[in-house]
């Protein structure tokens, strides 16, 4: 199994941007130790985009790998990318949808997804640890 991790517009910046929200640990060391903690249970993959193509490019790419699980976090795209959503629902490989922050206790044009009923589930708000729920999750499936 290889679990892809997906990230969207500005989670490069995670650690550095509004740390009240996102908090001070970069993304990239924390997948890093997921990486690690998880080497023997299967492999992860991290791709990361500022451009909606891309990601949608990747995620065709992936997408009809048997063995593939994705863990999505399309960051603003989410709310936004219609085409995005579409593409999430033509691929046969499982997504989870995870949010950082809990997009609900945010404004309201966060509420709105078009990931999120593509995916086969959500995590929000839980921090980081989202991604590692949806690894946890995925290895018990």
């Not at 795209?77 to 206790?105: E, F, M, Q």
Request: contains cysteine; proline residues 3%.
């Amino acid at each position: 199994m290889t679990i892809h991790i997906v990230n969207g517009p500005n989670l490069n910046l995670v650690g550095k941007r509004e740390p009240e929200i996102y908090g001070n640990v970069s993304l990239d060391n924390y997948l890093g130790d997921l990486g690690t903690e998880f080497k023997d249970r299967t492999d992860i993959k991290v791709f990361q985009s500022n451009a909606e193509g891309e990601l949608i490019d990747y995620l065709q790419e992936i997408g009809f790998d048997e063995s593939a699980k994705i863990i999505v976090n399309a960051g603003a795209l989410g709310h936004t990318s219609l085409g995005l959503g579409d593409c999430i629902r033509a691929i046969s490989a499982p997504v989870i949808d995870v949010h950082i922050s809990n997009v609900y206790a945010r404004e309201s044009f966060r509420q709105n997804s078009f990931v999120t009923p593509a995916a086969v589930g959500t995590i929000s708000g839980l921090g980081l640890e989202g991604y590692r729920l949806a690894i946890e999750w995925f290895l018990r499936k």
